[in-house]
């Protein structure tokens, strides 16, 4: 790995590495002692141009946690707003000796822009570009799915999976059938109003279902999305209570799950819209325990990035420069 821009493309073996590394770093972390000594001496500046709570706070965890130095660029108060463009902030930054940074935008390919200029030996890592990728959810995901299912990585291929609600916008849809089928699951709905589903997506190996009890029905995973209103744009937007009557997670759609079904949510969530409250926080639900996976997700990527592999890979280049 030498960036991480997205799950397209990556093999079932890569995949795997990394959710084995992350589960050796969540065991060796479980301790009083929450620091290892990975990326001592690297640097990794947080660059999100879009709000975030659990990937920027769990990105800086995560550094932290390998014992990089962290940096927390806030972009309102950043040259951005006085009309530095995207390509002068990252050579600005790259001069103070950068070594990784992870980076949030509203366009898509704003991640792949980066790992273009990007000079020889810094990595880029995609915390979520527009409505394209958002890899490290995807990786979370797979981590949360496999704890719950495995831990045989062959799980996977048996699985029933439901996406539910904004795909259209979703980054974190594209992330999670990425992984998913490369893993092996061949059962993956899409369930959303038709005007929520991107046109072709059943190329990329999906059903597609405007039902939401049939699309549903004995599913073992169901993964819920937020409706993006920041990104409709004055486009299609759904009544809140006709989403919810027809698409949400409601106490009585919850009950006729399989008993063993597991409720999943990138977060944040929009209570009584997609998923009731107290569904979201119910037996079923693995929702917190998806942000906390992110911590050892985005360790192993890191580590794998920065740390021993790429010492043995790439020699650093911080004379040149
Ligand atoms: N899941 C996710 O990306 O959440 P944040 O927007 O809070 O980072």
């Known amino acids: 790995l030498r960036h991480l821009l997205t799950l397209e493309g990556l093999g079932a073996e890569l995949l795997t590495e990394i959710l084995d590394t992350a589960e050796e770093l969540e065991h060796s972390l479980r301790g009083p002692d929450k620091k290892l000594p990975l990326l001592r001496g690297r640097t990794v500046v947080n660059l999100f141009f879009e709000p975030s709570t659990r990937t920027r706070t769990t990105f800086e965890l995560a550094a932290k946690r390998l014992s990089a130095d962290v940096l927390n660029l806030q972009l309102a108060a950043s040259s951005t707003s006085k009309g530095e463009t995207l390509f002068d902030t990252l050579k600005t930054l790259e001069a103070m000796q950068v070594d990784m940074f992870v980076v949030r935008h509203e366009a ?57 609600g904004d795909v259209l916008h979703s980054r974190v849809a594209r992330s999670d059938i990425h992984g998913l089928r490369a893993l092996g699951t061949t059962d993956i709905r899409v369930v959303a109003p038709p005007t929520l589903v991107p046109a072709g997506i059943e190329q990329m190996g999906v059903s597609v279902h405007h039902d939401m009890d049939e699309g549903i029905d004995g599913v073992d995973v169901v993964i819920l999305l937020r409706l993006q209103k920041e990104r409709m744009l004055g486009a299609y937007l759904p009544s809140m209570s006709e989403f919810h009557r ?75 420069r």
């Open 108 to 164: 898509s390919g704003a991640a792949h822009f980066f790992a273009q200029h990007a000079a020889p030996g810094v990595a880029i890592l995609n915390a979520g570009d527009g409505r394209h990728a958002h890899p490290t959810q995807g990786l979370l995901d797979l981590f949360t799915i496999r704890r719950y299912k495995g831990p045989d990585i062959d799980c996977f291929r048996k699985l029933r999976v439901a996406i539910v």
């Open 246 to 320: 027809d698409f949400g997670l409601t106490r009585a759609r919850a009950r006729a799950l399989r008993p063993d079904a597991i409720i999943m949510h990138p977060g944040p969530i929009n209570r009584g819209v997609e998923i009731e409250g107290d569904v979201a926080y119910g037996p079923q639900s693995l929702i917190l325990q998806q942000v906390r996976h992110g911590i050892a997700v985005r360790m192993a990527v890191m580590a794998m990035i920065l740390g021993q592999a790429s010492v043995r890979t790439r020699p650093r280049r911080r004379s040149t």
